[in-house]
C-alpha cells in the first residue's frame, strides 16, 4: 500500500471534467512539491504536472493541478479519449524517500 | 534533446546481482542541479522509485531496498549504473532511468524507454 493515496479508478466521458486526488502527510505533501505523471499502455510516464500546478511545455492546458495542506489533486478538463492512461503523483518525503502514488486508471466512456 | 537508454542483462538467476547501465545522451550527466534515478514498475502494477545519485556524486536511496542498492556514475562515458544485489522474483519489473532535480527531485522530465528485468532460474 502506497504512503500517497490515490483512488483506483476514475471515469468520465468526452468532454467532461475529472480529478484525481493524491493525499499523503505532513512528510511529504505537506511539506514537498507535487509532481503528476501519465503513463500510457507500454510506455514510460511522461511528466505531466510539477511544482504542484506547472506544466511543462508542450502539456495541454487542459491539465491543471494544485495541493492543498497534505493533499493534491489532478484535474483534467474537456476529457478526450487520448487521455485514457494511468494517472501517478509524485512527491518528496522528508525520511529521505521519494514516493509514487498507487497510481489511478482513468477510463474514457 | 536529451535521451536517456538503458542496458543490461534482461535475466537474472535469484540470489544473483542484478546489474542495468543508463547512457545519457545530447546532454552532459556532470550538469550541476539534476539527479539521476532509477524507477522501476512490477507487471501490471505502480511505480516504485529506487534511488538517485545527484551530479555531486551523493546517494540517496529507497529506505526498502537500501541494503541492497548501489547506483554509480561514469562521468567519462556519461552513464550510470544501477546494482541490486540478492534479488528475488519480487524483483522482477521493468527498470527506467530518469532525470531529476532543480525542482526537486521527484521531477523526473526526461526517461528511457524501460527495460523488463525477470528474476528466474
Known amino acids: 500500500q502506497s504512503v500517497l493515496t490515490q483512488p483506483p479508478s476514475a471515469s468520465g466521458t468526452p468532454g467532461q471534467r475529472v480529478t484525481i486526488s493524491c493525499s499523503g502527510s505532513?512528510?511529504?505533501?505537506?511539506?514537498?512539491?507535487v509532481n503528476w505523471y501519465q503513463q500510457l499502455p507500454g510506455t514510460a510516464p511522461k511528466l505531466l504536472i510539477y511544482?504542484?500546478?506547472q506544466r511543462p511545455s508542450g502539456v495541454p492546458d487542459r491539465f491543471s493541478g494544485s495541493k492543498s495542506g497534505t493533499s493534491a489533486s489532478l484535474a483534467i478538463s474537456g476529457l478526450q479519449s487520448e487521455d485514457e492512461a494511468d494517472y501517478y503523483c509524485?512527491?518528496?518525503?522528508?525520511?529521505?524517500?521519494?514516493?509514487f502514488g498507487g497510481g489511478t486508471k482513468l477510463t474514457v466512456l | 534533446q536529451l535521451q536517456l537508454q538503458e542496458s543490461g542483462s534482461g535475466l537474472v538467476k535469484p540470489s544473483q546481482t542484478l546489474s542495468l547501465t543508463c547512457a545519457v545522451s545530447?546532454?552532459?550527466?556532470?550538469?550541476?542541479?539534476?539527479?539521476w534515478s532509477w524507477i522501476r514498475q512490477p507487471p501490471g502494477k505502480g511505480l516504485e522509485w529506487i534511488g538517485y545519485i545527484y551530479h555531486s556524486g551523493s546517494t540517496y536511496y529507497n529506505p526498502s531496498l537500501k541494503s541492497r542498492v548501489t547506483i554509480s556514475v561514469d562521468r567519462s562515458k556519461n552513464q550510470f549504473s544501477l546494482k541490486l544485489s540478492s534479488v528475488t522474483a519480487a524483483d522482477t519489473a521493468v527498470y527506467y532511468c530518469?532525470?531529476?532535480?532543480?525542482?526537486?527531485?521527484?521531477?523526473?522530465?526526461?526517461w528511457g524507454q524501460g527495460t523488463l528485468v525477470t528474476v528466474s532460474s
Open positions: 511544482s504542484n500546478n
Open positions: 545530447g546532454g552532459s550527466i556532470s550538469s550541476g542541479g539534476y539527479s
Open positions: 505532513s512528510s511529504n505533501i505537506g511539506s514537498n512539491t
Open positions: 530518469a532525470r531529476g532535480g532543480i525542482n526537486g527531485p521527484m521531477k523526473f522530465d526526461y
Open positions: 509524485a512527491a518528496w518525503d522528508d525520511s529521505l524517500n521519494g514516493l
